[in-house]
């Protein structure tokens, strides 16, 4: 149906025709490579002497727009040397008292002033792309704050979180005055676990307020767990106010109560842990039976049930 086109054979001269478009793409390449360009291109932006002891209260941004001229090599290169870097020096800048704080507003036209001298010699600036900035510094101490792990832990039926320990459990963070007056820990990024029956230890990140920085970035958080065992106490029932608790017998006298307690804090149970009571208001001669409340003093127990929830009375004649 299609007539079939013959193969293609490349002759000297097709040869000869690439040679040629090759070497005229190499020097208008080098050609184009060495003229100048106006460019809009992002520097890594920073600051250099910073005063002893001082600290930026909000951190710049980490790169800064400039208009520049260059070679077409240089620009294409960007990025490969070293000075291709923007460092705002702050001792030439004039920092006034405010409150607190060290301040300076910092327009374009400065920030072109400050750099321009040292800028790389690769690129001819131009033009600052860069809103003004606000410079503002503050006294830079460092302070021991503690390690608040936010760790949730949720155990089968027969255990309970005996502790979660952080390690380490304090770190030294360091930053401007007016943010470390304001805080006594940090805390971990939050972790959940669920069914937990067995000692649990990871690593979790820290979370560093802003315009801080500290010593380390995670610490090690060890959660342990403890086994739990049942135990039942007999308490005699005690009467609220006192001074009624002789107008009054109680039946049952006594409540039996169920608890749990971790394996380890067994033995700190007594029956001094728990209190049964019953409270008497001005109405308890109007009804049949009061509401036994009892009340857990040791934070090692955990109330199951008790028996029984109401107590009858019989009132005693004056």
């Not at 070679?71 to 004039?94: E, M, P, W, Y």
């Amino acid at each position: 149906m299609f007539e079939k086109l013959p193969a293609f054979k490349p002759t000297g001269n097709f040869y000869t025709f690439l040679v040629c478009l090759f070497i005229a793409i190499t020097f208008w390449l080098l050609n184009a490579l060495t003229k100048t360009y106006d460019t809009q291109v992002e520097f890594p932006f920073g600051i250099k002497n910073l005063p002893k002891g001082q600290v930026l209260v909000k951190s710049l941004p980490s790169t800064i727009k400039l208009e520049v001229e260059g070679f077409g090599f240089n620009l294409l290169t960007f990025g490969g040397a070293k000075d291709d870097s923007v460092l705002l020096d702050i001792s030439r800048i004039d920092l006034k008292k405010q409150g607190k704080f060290k301040a300076a507003t910092v327009s374009p036209e400065k920030i072109y002033e400050l750099i321009a001298g040292d800028f790389s010699s690769n690129y001819n600036l131009k033009k600052v792309l860069l809103d003004t900035l606000q410079l503002k510094l503050d006294e830079r101490l460092t302070k021991v704050v503690t390690v608040n792990p936010d760790i949730s832990v949720e155990t089968e039926s027969q255990f309970s979180v005996k502790e979660v320990v952080p390690i380490p459990n304090m770190v030294e963070v360091t930053g401007p005055k007016y943010v470390l007056d304001t805080i006594d820990f940090v805390k971990t990024e939050a972790k959940r676990f669920n069914k937990v029956d067995e000692n649990l230890a990871f690593e979790v990140e820290l979370l560093v307020p802003n315009n801080l920085s500290c010593e380390t970035n995670n610490v090690e958080v060890k959660v342990e767990v403890d086994r739990l065992s049942e135990g039942s106490f007999t308490l005699p029932l005690t009467v609220e106010p006192d001074s009624l608790s002789n107008k009054i017998v109680l039946v049952p006298k006594h409540a039996e109560i169920k608890f749990l307690a971790p394996v380890s804090l067994y033995k700190t149970i007594e029956a001094s842990s728990f209190e049964a009571r019953v409270i008497l208001d001005s109405s308890y001669t109007q009804i049949s039976k009061l509401p036994i409340l009892v009340e857990v003093n040791n934070p090692a127990a955990k109330l199951v049930s008790f028996e029984p929830q109401f107590v009858e009375f019989i009132l005693i004649s004056p």
